[in-house]
């Protein structure tokens, strides 16, 4: 699928931003500019829920009003609230690694930098799209995932369990022995040789994979099973 220039995953979706800023909520409305299948912002989840159709994603802002009461009942072991039937995405402005790691854990369908630009947003869309169209299951979602993260170099694997553990670069370089600048660079690496532009693709990919941390981090990188 051409991301980059295909209107067609934004119209399979409706849309649903979540965000008490008006100013992100304008941003978002103006990028769109009437390609999406529909889109409905605003500040509170109040309303939300009588407006869900079967297709939709809801984009929301990360905040401890919202995504964080989800960490908090992932992190103590409870089923996270139904609040949406629909996949979700987070995003905030420069968000930590280890936030991204728990939202996404939560039960985020992938989290964005903030702000993003449209090509960034349609890649995730695609993504469930995908997941929406041809229904795979767990077994060949690991398999794929495992086949991309094959071409990845036994170092890159090792920064790759660090960070989908939520450590940061210069926890990653103390516990590896490395400086934190070369994490930053294996990071950047990585994103290219797998073709993807956000931490969150990167991360939805080990957690598919079930990459297994390095016994350095709690040393060689490898995948469960």
């Excluded at 041809?134 to 071409?151: C, D, K, N, T, Y």
Aim: glycine share 12%; net charge positive; charged share 25%.
């Amino acid at each position: 699928m051409d991301i980059g220039g295909d209107h067609q995953v934004l119209r399979a979706f409706f849309i649903v931003q979540i965000d008490d800023a008006s100013a992100r909520r304008g941003v978002l409305a103006d990028m769109l500019g009437g390609e999406a299948g529909g889109l409905f912002a605003c500040s509170s989840l109040t309303g939300v829920v009588r407006r869900q159709s079967d297709r939709g994603v809801m984009l929301v802002h990360d905040c401890d009003d919202l995504v964080g009461p989800l960490i908090g009942r992932a992190e103590a072991g409870v089923p996270a609230s139904p609040w949406s039937r629909w996949p979700w995405i987070a995003y905030s402005e420069g968000p930590a690694v280890n936030r991204i790691v728990k939202a996404m854990r939560a039960g985020a369908a992938g989290y964005l930098e903030w702000p993003f630009d449209l090509g960034t947003l349609k890649t995730e869309l695609a993504h469930l799209e995908c997941h929406a169209v041809f229904r795979p299951s767990g077994r060949r979602v690991r398999e794929q995932a495992r086949a991309r993260l094959a071409g990845l170099t036994r170092r890159e694997l090792e920064v790759l369990g660090g960070v989908s553990s939520g450590l940061s670069s210069r926890e990653i370089g103390e516990r590896l022995g490395i400086r934190a600048r070369t994490v930053e660079l294996h990071r950047s690496t990585f994103k290219r040789k797998l073709g993807m532009r956000s931490l969150s693709e990167v991360l939805r990919l080990a957690f598919e994979a079930e990459l297994v941390p390095s016994p350095a981090l709690w040393g060689p990188g490898r995948l469960a099973g």
